[in-house]
């Protein structure tokens, strides 16, 4: 990708704006409008006690292998500090802060100053990617690791000798493993825009793939290995990757209209209820109740497997319900409301009827190249196929919208992109022929 130009003086007038308006807003919807110790119930709970819990010296079990460790271990580290929570709200303001560095650099690289710009004053005010700092959730410090893993893979890609590839590609790849450590609804975007990479690299007979994928695969590890080895120890020796809520997920997701799922475990006296947010929203009610534990990965997929061969055609209309999900949802959950006021919907309603339909108009404007992997595609599917992954993971297990929110920034762009290619001809060009930069590093 070419360097970006210098900014205008109007552009670094706005810029600023954006860092000290969209700051000063996260730090007062953190302090004010959403404390996150006022908004402690359902997951938030569960997050919090897991997190004291380490404080005193809680051994983990088996329950604890439902959930990657990365958010309970983090807030624990951060409550060992100030137990009252004041460092637990720096450290989702900087998070978010990082969020908004991470899509400004990512937009600059990929399509310039002008998108660059546009997305950051979006981003500055778009409630869905600060919401969930003011929450204890993973979704806040997820969404930054996610973010910074795409910007470092671009400068992996960039980088103009093997070694500095492989340094940023290990670095993107230890990004990406935090981002799994926290939740695991990255595994599978990473692996699609792998597999596109890769194939792009290898169209562009560009050198470096080797020490890409090298540089990527020993992050990740550096990562995955602890917690696989963790998570299958506390499954008592069945295969997890980082958590055992993937197959209860799935099982949730493949079961047809029913809204509550109660896992009995009378052995270890041990009872969890789940409810996806979707359901209430398309008015199911009936709960369903199972014998075997929430964590049991082997008896929910054997679950599983036995309602897919009873109702194939049920188990595939549910499986496009929950990609469906991931983007037709009234609001998101935990709601944000201010006054009786559903701020949630709003922005909703801005994603399917603004943001979704630009993105979507920009990349049918580029299917063409899309569909060929022609040298300028690169910035396009590297947007794309996190939201691919994301879709493929909903495919399988279960959708709701608060697992798109932290891939929205990516849409952001996109959005941005078609916006000022629709009122300026030349930006419709972008990206139509390789740059120089490019064309000199083909073959290398």
Known sequence: ????????????????????????????YLLVLHPPLLHVYSDMAGYLQRARALLDGHVEGIADSLYPPGASYLFAALLKVDPGAGLFVIAQWLLSLATMAGLWSLARRLYGNGVAVLSLAVVALYLPLFHYAGLFLAENPFTCALVWAYVLLLRAIDAPVPASTALWALAAGLAAGLAAALKATILLPVLVTGVIVLLWLRLQHRRGALSLVAGVALGLAIVLLPLAQRCTRLAEGHFCLVSTNTAMNALMGHAGEKAEFRWLDGPRQMTFSFTSPSAPLRGYHERVDLDFGAYDVPANLAELHRRIEADPWMALTSSLRNVADLFVGRDFWPAAT???????????????????????????????????LKPDSLAEWLLLTPMLGLMATAFISLGEVRFRLPFDGFVIILAAQAMLALVDRRQRRIGLAPPAAWSSAVGR
């Not at 070419?2 to 003086?9: D, E, F, I, V």
């Not at 701020?343 to 994603?351: D, E, H, S, T």
């Open 1 to 28: 990708m070419p360097h970006p130009l210098p900014l205008s003086r109007r552009q670094v007038g706005i810029v600023w704006c954006c860092w000290l308006g969209g700051g000063l807003l996260r730090l007062i």
């Open 338 to 372: 201010y006054r009786q006021r559903n701020w949630a919907r709003g922005y909703q309603n801005l994603y399917k009827w603004m943001l979704l339909p630009l993105a979507l108009l920009w990349l049918v404007w580029r299917a063409p190249r899309l569909l060929r």
